[in-house]
């Protein structure tokens, strides 16, 4: 410490940190925690993996190691270079280079959580921008700045619903991706909130259950009657929580058209590379009159006394800003950034571009889904209206297909054998061209003559 002056000053005669040194002192941390050594702690890691007996080796030259991760690299095998079929979640899709030349800026690559407005103005106003438009693509009375991803916010959805109806049970239509379930009870399970998953065929809410989670489209690609399950929950008090993919709003109706109460669905489709799984953001919105149990942050404009705009954050529910007990969660890591990329691709698509996006998306899906029907030992077994992915069932386990279409320079899709016999889904995007499709098709068609 120094003083006013510059000069080294000694500490507080009351500041006292308090180390463990002594063995009587890590027995007391120890006896605290519960557990009898150090060792309990970490025994879930394997021995050979523990400091020090972890061996790694000299330092390498930075030239050196720049070389050999570039190597490591180039073994990956991405869409790219493959052709790619394979969705479930991360989508890839077009984006316009004028969104990393605006992403990239250093104004906003290095902004955080824009605590003090007044130093913050640029990314309030493009959270400010976010909102209004998330708002319009899930047709809801208001949007907050972003969440961690989808599967969390409709996870934190889910809590809402519950901290609105003050009633602790969920239910879930059966077609819900079963992943996106795992997340929602990881959020839920901690609170005592159980969730009932709804068998095939069952149409009716009953009990008292405080939400109905959909997806649409759901965990197979099929698109759910959002209207006929919101009625359904409305008529036993609870709300309807949807998780959407946002492509497809350009084309089909909105959660807010069909009476959604909650709406949520994964961001990384506009603008945003799959990157490996992240970094994403997801987008939450709801019906006004439940704004002030939605989680998350909001910003407002407003104009000051002489006429200016100005942006600021208006609505901060978490427990960084409030007292803890009254939070609605604890979502704090700014996603603004990631949350630009999908403002700068939705103001540049604009309403027609994205309109031609879903369109190319659904034409392309639906003449792959056509052409792979037609080969022998291949079937669509999942009836229902779909967007841009669909379940094929395939003549053996998708596994072995998959590996199959990987030597032939073809990235496959997901294996959904656990809810499809020998099921697989597939996923086709603007970015996959005739000549791709005809490709996938082609080799479907040899993989499957060489079975019979």
Not at 65 to 90: P, R, T
């Amino acid at each position: 410490m120094t003083t006013a002056s510059g000069n080294p000053s000694r500490a507080p005669a009351s500041f006292s940190p308090y180390i463990p040194n002594t063995d009587s002192d890590r027995a007391a941390m120890l006896a605290e925690i519960g557990v009898e050594q150090f060792e309990d702690l970490i025994q879930d890691i394997p021995s050979e993996k523990r400091f020090p007996k972890l061996r790694l080796r000299p330092a390498a030259a930075e030239l050196d190691l720049v070389a050999e991760i570039a190597k490591m690299a180039a073994q990956d095998q991405h869409a790219g270079e493959y052709a790619c079929f394979l969705g479930a979640g991360a989508y890839r899709h077009f984006i316009p280079a004028v969104i990393k030349r605006l992403v990239y800026r250093g104004e906003f690559a290095t902004s955080y959580t824009p605590y003090q407005p007044e130093v913050a103005q640029g990314t309030l106003q493009t959270a400010f921008e976010f909102q209004t438009m998330v708002a319009l693509l899930l047709g809801m009375e208001v949007a907050n700045a972003g969440m961690y991803d989808g599967p969390t916010a409709f996870a934190e959805g889910a809590l809402m619903a519950c901290r609105v109806t003050r009633r602790g049970k969920l239910a879930a239509l059966a077609t819900v991706s079963r992943r996106l379930l795992e997340v929602v009870r990881a959020y839920t399970q901690p609170q005592g909130i159980n969730i009932e998953v709804l068998s095939d065929g069952e149409t009716e809410v009953r009990g008292d259950v405080a939400a109905l989670l959909i997806q649409s489209p759901n965990g197979l690609g099929v698109i759910e009657d959002m209207a006929r399950w919101s009625k359904a929950a409305h008529s036993s008090g609870a709300l309807a929580v949807a998780s959407v993919n946002p492509t497809s709003m350009a084309l089909f109706k909105s959660p807010g058209e069909c009476d959604v109460d909650i709406a949520t669905a994964e961001g990384q489709a506009l603008g945003v590379s799959p990157s490996f799984g992240g970094p994403y953001v997801g987008l939450f919105g709801c019906k006004g009159e439940h704004v002030r149990q939605m989680p998350g942050r909001i910003v407002g404009r407003t104009t000051d006394n002489r006429g200016n705009v100005g942006y600021v954050l208006t609505l901060q529910t978490r427990e960084q800003h409030i007292r803890r007990e009254r939070a609605t969660s604890n979502i704090c890591t700014s996603t603004q950034l990631i949350g630009l990329s999908v403002t700068a691709y939705l103001a540049t698509m604009g309403k027609h571009g994205l309109r031609e996006v879903a369109e190319l998306c659904y034409h392309k899906a639906h003449y792959a889904a056509e052409q792979i029907y037609r080969i022998p030992g291949y079937s669509l077994p999942v009836p229902g209206a779909f967007f841009h992915e669909f379940v094929v069932g395939c003549p053996v386990k998708p596994r072995s297909i998959n590996e199959r279409l990987l030597e032939r320079g073809i990235i496959g899709g997901l294996d959904v054998s656990d809810r499809v016999e020998n099921g697989m889904l597939l996923c086709v995007t603007e970015m996959n061209p005739k000549e791709q499709i005809d490709s996938l098709v082609s080799a479907l068609r040899e993989i499957g003559a060489g079975l019979r």
